[in-house]
């Protein structure tokens, strides 16, 4: 059965960190690129990261650009996203996504359809 599990969100502060994970399960993320998601109620889901399967080249929105990292192991099958200086605008549920080898952006962003398998989301709520 093949599963997409995120994991490490959270309350954090402003300014703060946090690192999340992706795990895969039942299949092989060596030739699957991965993407971050996040989405606020009332507002459409915004691809802000994107890490390639072979070359492991990157994306990053403007938005998380110089504040987001994504990293994967392919031994561990697991992508990562550290988050840091964490605003409350990055309050959300954080979802991760597979596309077959590369990341496909458009408009700046990732792109939605083009992904086929997502995880269930974990929450980051970014709060004093």
């Known amino acids: 059965q093949v599963q997409l599990a995120e994991s490490g969100g959270g309350l954090v502060q402003p300014g703060g960190s946090l690192k999340l994970s992706c795990a895969a399960s039942g299949w092989s993320l060596d030739d699957w690129a991965v993407g971050w998601f996040r989405q606020v109620p009332g507002k459409e889901r915004e691809g802000f990261s994107c890490?390639?399967?072979?070359?492991?080249?990157?994306f990053y929105a403007d938005s998380v650009k110089g504040r987001f990292t994504i990293s994967r192991d392919n031994d561990k099958n697991t992508v990562y996203l550290q988050m840091n200086s964490l605003k409350r605008d990055d309050t959300a549920v954080y979802y991760c996504?597979?596309?077959?080898?590369?990341?496909?952006?458009?408009?700046?962003?990732?792109?939605?359809?083009?992904?086929?398998?997502w995880g269930s989301g974990t929450l980051v709520t970014v709060s004093s």
């Open positions: 890490i390639s399967s072979r070359d492991g080249s990157t």
């Open positions: 996504a597979t596309e077959r080898l590369s990341c496909s952006v458009a408009g700046g962003s990732l792109n939605y359809y083009a992904f086929d398998y």
